[in-house]
């Protein structure tokens, strides 16, 4: 083949890719109150959301197929609260069936600008899925026990899909969604997703703006794909999501829906399971369940877990603490969070360093990963000098002393549950 010839076959590959730029949507501030578009919002918002501004309302899908099909007119918008953001989905079907059919795929990168970009959240909702029925199990032998269901699922659900990146610890966005027969013909398909799973990336004052990898494949019970994007490939020719700039005011106002869903008690759970889990082969090796063997560096071997909590999980819990004291309550505590009470400038510091106990998990794996890489380069860091211990042995006068510091404890009973 002669460089003039593939020259001639390439040019038009070349002239589509640079005239196909990916489309654009930006998500627009919701007015209406914080509950509004929780769980997906209802068939009157979603309708009114797609007919009272049309602007909003993108239709840029391309059709990918040559069978026929009865779908048509699909169009996307994005509106956004201090509770979440609510991707609606339309399409115009003359099938008249309570939900559609084929299903819907999403793709969602949240730091396309990074040295290393992520891989996208792909999240799939297939409506011909009615899902399996779970039964009862018996604690013994597993036995099945009757026929009582645990958990009956009537309709489809979404299913997320962990990119398969290396050292990437994967956590499911916490999204809902609903699906409306519009009485004219064709349907409504509504996605609301919390801000809680995008504590790292809000496009807070330090970030500013930012611009999201998104695309949304629309696959047809016929096999044709409506895509808004610039190709069907999935995980290329994504369109672009980009957000403004929050204002403070709106920031603070997520923050505070955050703690009202028990923001600070999720993170002392994860905090305790991680210490948990970084700790146990110490005990196991104190109550002499392991043989101890020469460090490997590897989890489960006692003296490098411990070395690295000393060195780098502890430090960082302990950096935590004022922030996660400041915003946590015992459970079924009558009383307000500590945070509420504080001083307004004090309230907007710990605000801003709220995501700091959301991205919790990710701060320890990468501790982790640079413990273990200066293991490796021979940089083992060096245990911190043992605290001074005030405890005294306990001798048959001391007790006298135990007595008297027990008596002294001050008991809270509006936080004690009986």
């Excluded at 993108?58 to 099909?69: I, L, V």
């Excluded at 808004?228 to 005011?249: I, K, Q, T």
């Excluded at 002392?268 to 991680?274: H, P």
Aim: hydrophobic fraction near 40%; include cysteine; charged fraction near 25%.
């Amino acid at each position: 083949m002669s460089l003039r010839l593939l020259i001639l076959m390439l040019v038009p590959a070349l002239v589509h890719c640079a005239s196909a730029a990916p489309p654009e949507l930006a998500p627009r501030p919701y007015a209406g109150g914080w509950m509004d578009l929780l769980d997906g919002a209802t068939y009157e918002r979603a309708h009114t959301l797609a007919t009272a501004r049309p602007e909003a309302l993108d239709t840029r899908f391309a059709r990918y197929g040559d069978a026929p099909e009865t779908e048509s007119g699909h169009g996307l918008l994005a509106v956004y609260n201090d509770t979440g953001w609510l991707l609606v989905v339309r399409h115009d079907d003359t099938a008249d069936k309570p939900r559609p059919d084929g299903r819907i795929e999403i793709f969602i990168a949240t730091r396309p600008d990074a040295p290393a970009p992520d891989a996208p959240h792909h999240l799939v909702l297939d409506f011909d899925d009615q899902g399996p029925t779970n039964r009862m199990v018996d604690r013994q032998m597993y036995e099945v026990a009757g026929l009582e269901e645990r958990e009956r699922r009537t309709g489809p659900a979404i299913v997320q899909h962990a990119p398969l990146t290396e050292g990437y610890d994967y956590e499911p966005l916490d999204v809902a969604f609903r699906s409306f027969r519009r009485p004219g013909g064709g349907y409504y398909t509504t996605f609301f997703f919390r801000w809680g799973r995008f504590a790292a990336v809000l496009p807070d004052g330090a970030r500013g703006a930012q611009t999201w990898r998104f695309k949304i494949i629309r696959m047809t019970p016929g096999g044709t794909r409506f895509v808004w994007g610039v190709n069907p490939h999935p995980h290329a020719g994504h369109g672009v999501l980009r957000w403004p700039a929050f204002r403070s005011d709106f920031l603070a106002d997520i923050y505070r829906q955050w703690l009202t869903t028990g923001y600070g008690a999720d993170y002392v759970a994860q905090k305790d399971r991680l210490h948990e889990f970084w700790t146990v082969s110490r005990r196991e090796q104190d109550y002499g369940f392991l043989t101890v063997a020469e460090p490997t560096f590897e989890p489960r071997n006692p003296t490098s877990d411990a070395l690295f909590v000393a060195t780098a999980l502890d430090p960082l819990i302990h950096a935590n603490q004022k922030l996660a004291d400041a915003v946590y309550k015992p459970r079924f505590s009558p009383k307000p969070l500590p945070v509420l009470s504080m001083p307004e400038p004090v309230r907007k510091l710990i605000f801003a360093e709220l995501p700091r106990l959301r991205t919790f998990r990710d701060d320890v794996d990468a501790r982790r990963r640079d413990f273990l890489l200066n293991c490796l380069l021979g940089r083992a860091p060096q245990p911190p000098p043992p605290r001074e211990s005030k405890e005294t042995d306990i001798t048959e006068t001391g007790w006298d002393a135990i007595d008297a510091a027990a008596g002294n404890v001050n008991i809270d009973l509006d936080d004690t549950v009986f």
